[in-house]
């Protein structure tokens, strides 16, 4: 469950950062907002989402990031 709830909040972050992104272009700031894409919030944004799919999709990890050997 929780997971879900981090990715919503991700997503939404993701979706503010998008209507920025698009405010920026609407008033022909373009190189703020290839900016805002390559170094900014929107880059921070889309990396953090990115983060916790591949996170997710890891699978069934140890302690120490490796996967889960069983008995020897």
């Known amino acids: ?23 920026l272009i609407k ?3 373009n190189k703020d907002a290839l900016r805002f894409m390559e170094e900014g919030d929107l880059k921070e944004k889309f990396e953090e989402l990115q983060n916790l799919i591949t996170i997710s999709s890891t699978g069934n990890m140890g302690a120490r990031g490796v ?6």
């Open 27 to 29: 008033r022909g700031q």
């Open 67 to 72: 996967q889960n050997t069983g008995t020897f």
């Open 1 to 23: 469950m929780q997971y879900a709830r981090q990715t919503q909040e991700a997503l939404d972050r993701l979706d503010q950062s998008l209507a920025r992104l698009r405010g």
